[in-house]
């Protein structure tokens, strides 16, 4: 890529020395809003509030003066040069020189003097020994759409002797790569930056957060949104809990909804010499406690709209409660990275690959994205986590004549169904060679898995056993020999994604019984082909259901395993239970289980997610599911089976008045042949995504090991840090190339960008436009419309329970329509009750549709933000078989 | 006629290749219960085994020859998949093998 170096103006080198040393250190109160350019965006913004008596904690700023003199003193104007010119390879290396000057430097003792003094007089006028808060407050942070959150510093509990290091620090991490890349990229003058440093006393929080007073996704005006977690807001901004969400109406503060969800860490307030991280658990007692009271929730929605008022412009607000006070710690006007900003700088047409998608919305984080993408398919890209196919390369190859509008429009609906193109007589040859190569590669494969026994992969198994314990191997070279390319010699191989490639053959056996039933029963139900191509026998998914049912049966049979496992939380009750006598044989049933299903976990083709053999908590809550529910799984599949048996017996009837079928009975077997055919392939494409999850466990256990050690080096410091650096990266802090205050950074930057992406959501295309059949909610006789695809046939109307989390958001009623945001094993038991099913991603081929149709209950999947369109309790009325969902008016509105 | 009969013998012969591949990969696959799979995997290879001999016994010159050249030349396509598939994959990973 081709970048225009940016100015370094020799103002920036020169140093804006006008600002005199003796005003280089200010007193937040007597700074206004108008002081962006002495104390940046944040110190003036927090100098406004405070002036106007908000009740932000007392500090002072080292004013960006104070920097740009600092700078002059360092002569860098060599430095700065070389990286105006530097090519972008060139860039990283260029930042570490200036960085390290900027840090290692002494200040000027007169600087030094007037940080170190107003440090003392603020601890003089608390009156009692404090910790600080050390924050970059740059002076471009403002600059139109551009935001440098988590590009520059912070240092929380900062006492007397680190505070002139980490002023620097501060200072020095406007030269890093990230903030340094992303001026260019943006177009913003290094020497329009500068920054200044904000030293606050630091808040010991037990509760803090941020709140947005518009929704920062949709750009809503009329929703409060708070988000709240324990301990200090950094676990939030950082994203690593997921914090409360409430939403409240903006008029009246009443709150729409609210989500508590399973806060597993948090920062402390207090650090505990000689401990080296911030990062402790929750008490368990804690962990799904809602962290704001009501009116504490109240409080903090006011105080947001108070900012918003005195600045005019909708704010995001970072707080924290100590001792049951309030405290603002930052106001900032709303940054908006709408969905349709994503991949705008991409050149091509590309549409979402939902294979991947239909299982989470939320992107890879970079390790697994840089892992997935280590051999890229052709036509396949990443962008930002999320994998797309590229609209154009795969209309080049294909035979038919079709407008890059619609191969993207069938790409994205996965349909069951041939559109109907007209063959492309010019592209014959080509693809006819192509073909040919195609046949020859893949014949032996084809036929091998042609009636492939259920227990075949099954040694898969032991490759993963043999990959994981051998330390020589990486988890790049790992996932090569497990999914890619096996050794002679390893069992199996890679068969886990050869079947999943054969298992495709689905579709076309799936078109040819639709052909034969409409052709001999015409008039025959529609969704005929769909029931004759369920009820497959060793789907392991359905297995590892069953499985999950018995632990259930097992646990009801012991009234306190049943009592303990519905009333503590999992990973309490799985320390009672173990503890407990009783409850062995539910013990040993739970590791055997686990020793199957190990692997297996919610979004599981995110590296980053905790496997169930790691922490089984997910099984336990899904078992709690099972204990809550009156129905169990077989009914289900009994009744499916009896539509089953009934429909044959249909069109068994329908058949027989056609020459020869009473006697030879040709028809009915070659239907049920080719039916059998679709299941068969449905089962393999379902089981062989069973080993590639067993083969994603096997890296993901490699990464935690590399990750241990770093640790223990010190060379990372949280856990999961190492899923947001990429592969290069973490061989570099392996090998010594890197150190942690170099990828520090990197860190912070992809955690807030992750966050901010997870919220969004994918595009469903990039560089091109969807039908509009992909709208968004439209009014439709007085109730609101929303499209989606249909994925399991039949009618429902119900009330709606909407499901974010099926770990903690457990209750739902019999017969009330599930509201998801994606579906995976986990979600089964949900499956149970439901009414019908209602999932904002997903595919005909997504778990929600299979289980759906296994189960005989109408579902509606890609419904787009379905469910934040939804709310529980509302009457919706689902379409299977149109694909619609329509949320019915209620009686007073009607 | 004969370049014609030659031709379909040769495909006739790479596709009793592919068939008796296939068969032989059995084993392989059906390994973890070879005992009660063997009746299969060796059903599999006699048969195609058979069907091969069978045809090479039917033909005459020059089918045999064209038989016989559709039935190696595929075997040893098919022997170099794996390192020709490794090569490209490594080449394809080269510059990003750090991990």
Known sequence: MQRTPVGIADSAIAGATAEPMKSSVLDLDRLTAADTAIAGGKGANLGELLGKGFPVPPGFVVCAGAYAGYLDSLELGAELLQLRYAPPDEIAQCCSVIRSRVEGRDLPAELAEAITGAHTRLIENRGRAIVCAVRSSATAEDLGAASFAGQHGTYYYVDAAQLLKKVRQCWGSLWSPEAVSYRITHGIDHASVSMAVVVQEMIASEVAGVSFTANPVTGARDEVIIESSWGMGAAIVDGRVTPDRYVLERGDLRVRTQRVSDKKLMVKAHLEAGEATRLDEVPNAMRRQQSLSPAMVRTVAQWSLKCESHFGKPQDVEWAVCDGNFYLLQSRPITVMGREDIGRDVKGKYVVFKPLIENFSDPLTPLAEDLMTLIRPPGLRSIHGWLYLDVEAIRRVLPFKVSDEALADHLYSVSKDFPGWKISISKLPALLVMGFVFFLVYAVLLLRTRSLPDGALGTFRALCNKVDADPSLSPADALVRLLLLPRLGDPVGNMPLLVNLASFRFMSWMRMLKRLVRRWAPDLRADAETILGSGSEGVLSAEMGRGIWALAVEANRSERVRQTLLTQSPERALAELKANADAQEFVRRLDAFLAINGHRAIKEFELRSPRWDENPAAVLGMIRNYLLIDSEPSIHEKKAADARVQLIRELQTRLEPLPLERALGLRLRLILLVAERVRYFLKMRENSRFYHIMGFGVLRKKILRIESELMRQGKLKCKDDIFFLQMDEVAGLQDGRLAWLEVEDRIRERRILHIRLCKMGPPKAIGIELPEKYAPATQHEGATLLQGQPASPGAYEGRARVILDPSIDIELRPGEVLVAPYTDPAWTPLFLTAGAAVVEVGSYLSHAGTVAREFGMPCVVDVAEATQSIRTGDRIAVDGNLGSVRILPHPADA | ?99
């Not at chain 2, 290749?17 to 005992?35: E, F, N, P, Q, T």
């Not at chain 2, 045809?55 to 998949?81: D, K, N, R, V």
């Open chain 2, 1 to 99: 006629m004969t370049p014609l009969l030659q031709l379909a013998a040769f495909a006739l012969g790479a596709c009793l290749s592919i068939r008796m591949i296939a068969a032989l990969h059995g084993a392989v696959d059906l390994w973890y219960d070879i005992k009660a799979m063997c009746p299969r995997v060796i059903g599999q290879i006699v048969v195609w085994e058979a069907t091969v001999l069978a045809s090479l016994w039917l033909l005459e010159f020059p089918y045999q020859t064209a038989f016989l050249w559709g039935f190696g030349i595929y075997l040893l396509f098919y022997l170099s998949l794996l390192p020709l598939i490794g090569l490209v994959l490594g080449s394809m990973r080269s510059d990003r093998q750090t991990g």
